[in-house]
């Protein structure tokens, strides 16, 4: 499993008709602070693909979590 996931992004077949006929690619660091993307199958959210990535990814907005001030 992951530690910290960013915004997924939604990216559809080239050509198709149906509205969830693509993919959703989701960045993410690992409890040891490696990056992966996440590739899933966007009908049903089923894991496709996960890709190692040599470098960890930084925080993004979207998928930073700040405790109330």
């Known amino acids: 499993m992951f530690a910290r996931a960013g915004e997924p992004i939604f990216v559809p077949r080239p050509r198709s008709a149906a509205e969830d006929d ?25 894991e496709l693909a996960r890709v190692q990535l040599p470098y960890g990814i930084p925080n993004r907005f979207h998928g930073t979590w700040i405790a109330a001030t």
Do not use: N, Y
């Open 22 to 46: 693509g993919v959703v690619l989701a960045p993410g660091v690992d409890a040891e602070g490696k990056g992966f993307m996440l590739v899933m199958d966007a009908a049903s959210w089923t």
